[in-house]
C-alpha cells in the first residue's frame, strides 16, 4: 500500500502563476482534507471533502480551489499565487466513523515557495 | 482556530528520560489524537483517546485525559534518540467534526 501519495515534493511559483498540488490515496478512504503547516502556526484545514462530488471550506479556504471526482483524488488549485501561499502543505486522508474515530493518514507533504 | 494548544512548546531531555507533552482545549470532544511529526515528514497517527476514557497506553507512551479540565498529556517514557520530533495533540471541532491541530511540541532527545 502506497498510502497518500503527494506531488510534487518541492514547487517555486512566482506571483500570479497557477498550480495544482496532487493528492492521491489507496484506502479507499472516504474524507479526504488538505493543511497548510506554517511556522509557529500548526497545520490549519485548507478544504475537505466527505465523499466524491462533495467538498467544503476549511479554515483558510482563500486562494485555494478542489475537487473530488474519484474516491482516490483530492486535487488542491491555487488560482493566482501569492507570497503568503508559501507554505508546506499536507494531504490527509481517513474512513468516516462516528464520532470521527477514526485516524487522519498523511502524506509528506509539498514544500511551496512562492517568490 | 487552535482547538489544541500543546505545553511546553519544545522539550529537550537526555535519552533514557521520560518526556511529558500537554494539550489543552477549549471545547467538548468525542475524542483526542496524538500525532508525531519528523522533519521534514508528514504527521503519523499515535494513539486516540475517547472521551469516556481516562488513560491510554501504547508501548512506552501513555494518554491520559481529563474532560473536567479540558486537558491531555503524553507521556514517552524510556526516550531514545529517535523520538525526536514534534508532537501534536488533535481534537474534532465544527459540524463536520474535522480534526483541529494544536502548533505542537518540539522534542530533542540527546544521545
Known amino acids: 500500500n502506497a498510502g497518500v501519495t503527494q506531488t510534487p515534493k518541492f514547487q517555486v511559483l512566482k506571483t500570479g502563476q497557477s498550480m495544482t498540488l496532487q493528492c492521491a490515496q489507496d484506502?479507499?478512504?472516504?474524507?479526504m482534507s488538505w493543511y497548510r503547516q506554517d511556522p509557529g502556526m500548526g497545520l490549519r484545514l485548507i478544504h475537505y471533502?466527505?465523499?466524491?462530488?462533495?467538498?467544503d471550506q476549511g479554515e483558510v479556504p482563500n486562494g485555494y480551489n478542489v475537487s473530488r471526482s474519484t474516491t482516490e483524488d483530492f486535487p488542491l488549485r491555487l488560482l493566482s499565487a501569492a507570497p503568503s501561499q508559501t507554505s508546506v502543505y499536507f494531504c490527509?486522508?481517513?474512513?468516516?466513523?462516528?464520532?470521527?474515530?477514526?485516524?487522519?493518514?498523511f502524506g509528506n507533504g509539498t514544500r511551496l515557495t512562492v517568490t | 482556530s487552535q482547538q489544541g494548544e500543546e505545553d511546553p512548546q519544545a522539550l529537550s531531555i537526555q535519552e533514557g528520560e521520560n518526556a511529558t507533552m500537554n494539550c489543552s482545549y477549549k471545547?467538548?470532544?468525542?475524542?483526542l489524537q496524538w500525532y508525531r511529526q519528523n522533519s521534514g515528514r508528514g504527521l503519523v497517527h499515535l494513539i486516540l483517546i475517547r472521551s469516556n476514557e481516562r488513560e491510554k497506553h501504547s508501548g512506552r507512551l501513555r494518554v491520559t485525559l481529563d474532560t473536567s479540565k479540558k486537558s491531555s498529556s503524553l507521556l514517552i517514557t524510556a526516550s531514545r534518540a529517535a523520538d525526536t520530533a514534534s508532537y501534536f495533540c488533535?481534537?474534532?471541532?465544527?459540524?463536520?467534526?474535522?480534526?483541529?491541530f494544536g502548533k505542537g511540541t518540539k522534542l530533542s532527545v540527546k544521545p
Open positions: 488533535a481534537t474534532a471541532g465544527g459540524s463536520q467534526g474535522n480534526l483541529i
Open positions: 471533502s466527505v465523499g466524491a462530488g462533495i467538498t
Open positions: 471545547t467538548s470532544i468525542n475524542n
Open positions: 484506502m479507499n478512504h472516504e474524507y
Open positions: 490527509a486522508s481517513s474512513y468516516i466513523l462516528q464520532g470521527r474515530d477514526s485516524p487522519l493518514h
